[in-house]
């Protein structure tokens, strides 16, 4: 059953302005003007083959529960929080030891809690042992997609180490399933990353839904986005999901005016990795529904009937690729082709 599109025709003719305002907000974080909503197209993903998300020391929700725009405390250019800045810094490094500039994408992202206005403080620091006893290490949470490696309370001081590893293809020490496959990887992580790492075969089977609600980036992703996030958490909770589906908030991913958007990694399942834009909280039930009883073979939203026209692209794809694929999997509808070549390609 497709996606009914009267409510999407209406929301796609005016456009959002931001929540915020000059006397009790910073004013780097206040977002400009924002132009209207546009329909999702296939082809408008950057090219990038890994996703780095890490959880903040930060509360990230700041909204009334009842439209605000949402995680108005991240800064509106996240990647300057500093925690953020180490992990491109990383990169960058490990880009200039090994000559390895293939796409990756860094984002914060939290949990949003479906029954309150603020999600509980992430402990953050920890008494390290090593050092003087007053003194204490900032941690994080962490995933690497598309391996599915996550991390909890991991030092912030071992972010280089993690995102060589990460990134360099030693990510496959903990594949989708979140199961060991190649201990001889493991061999360059220190002991504390390692302490860290993630292994339960609970993560086997597991979704993980990203939904943008950067409403200190964006009106319309704090908006949809945050509506989107808690209507999906609500019905995961309700149908008793929690143990297949997980559905956290993420920062600024690219495509404002193509929200709400979600990202969805699982390794096992058909549409990892697939990027969705367009959709609202009236289409969560029947988004949710076309995830859990898609098909094997079917090549994920690219090709459910579903989710088609909701389908930006793919992680490890690149623009033309991505195009080419939509195409296979059923032709370019009426008015998509035309937004690729507008330059539908993500906003920086």
């Known amino acids: 059953m497709p996606l009914q599109r009267a409510t999407r025709s209406c929301l796609y003719s005016f456009s959002f302005r931001s929540h915020s305002s000059s006397a009790n907000t910073n004013c780097c974080d206040v ?4 132009e209207p909503l546009v329909p999702p197209a296939p082809g408008t993903v950057k090219g990038h083959f890994h996703h780095i998300l890490i959880k903040l020391n930060t509360p990230a929700i700041n909204d009334t529960g009842n439209g605000g725009p949402g995680h108005t405390s991240w800064p509106s250019k996240v990647e300057r929080h500093p925690t953020i800045l180490r992990a491109f810094r990383s990169l960058a490094s490990y880009r200039a030891a090994t000559g390895d500039d293939s796409g990756v994408k860094i984002t914060a992202y939290d949990r949003l809690d479906g029954t309150t206005t603020t999600a509980p403080s992430f402990s953050s620091t920890r008494k390290t042992g090593s ?15 598309p391996t599915g490696v996550r991390y909890h309370s991991l030092p912030v001081s071992l972010l280089d180490a993690v995102v060589a590893h990460g990134v360099s293809g030693g990510g496959g020490a903990c594949s989708g399933s979140g199961k060991i496959s190649n201990l001889s990887s493991l061999k ?5 990353a390692l302490n860290a790492l993630e292994t339960s075969d609970a993560n086997e089977k597991k979704l993980y839904l990203f939904v943008c609600c950067h409403g200190s980036r964006d009106a319309r992703c704090g908006v949809l986005g945050t509506a989107l996030a808690r209507e999906l958490i609500s019905l995961v909770k309700d149908r008793q999901l929690e ?27 058909p549409a990892d990795g697939d990027w969705y834009g367009g959709l ?5 039930e029947i988004f949710l529904d076309s995830l859990l009883n898609m098909e094997i073979g079917v090549d994920g939203g690219a090709e459910h009937p579903a989710l088609r026209e909701y389908w930006r692209g793919r992680v490890g794809l690149a623009k033309e690729e991505q195009i080419e694929l939509w195409e296979a999997a059923g032709g370019i509808e009426s008015g998509a082709e035309s937004e690729v070549e507008e330059g539908g390609e993500e906003e920086s």
């Open 188 to 192: 360059k992580l220190p002991a504390a």
């Open 131 to 145: 050092r003087k006893d007053d003194e204490e290490e900032e941690l994080c949470d962490l995933f690497i997609f």
């Open 280 to 284: 609202h909280a009236a289409h969560a």
């Open 31 to 34: 977002a400009p003007p924002l």
């Open 243 to 269: 143990h297949l589906i997980e559905v956290y908030s993420t920062s600024h991913i690219g495509g404002h005016k193509y929200a709400g958007n979600v990202i969805a990694y699982g390794g096992s399942h």
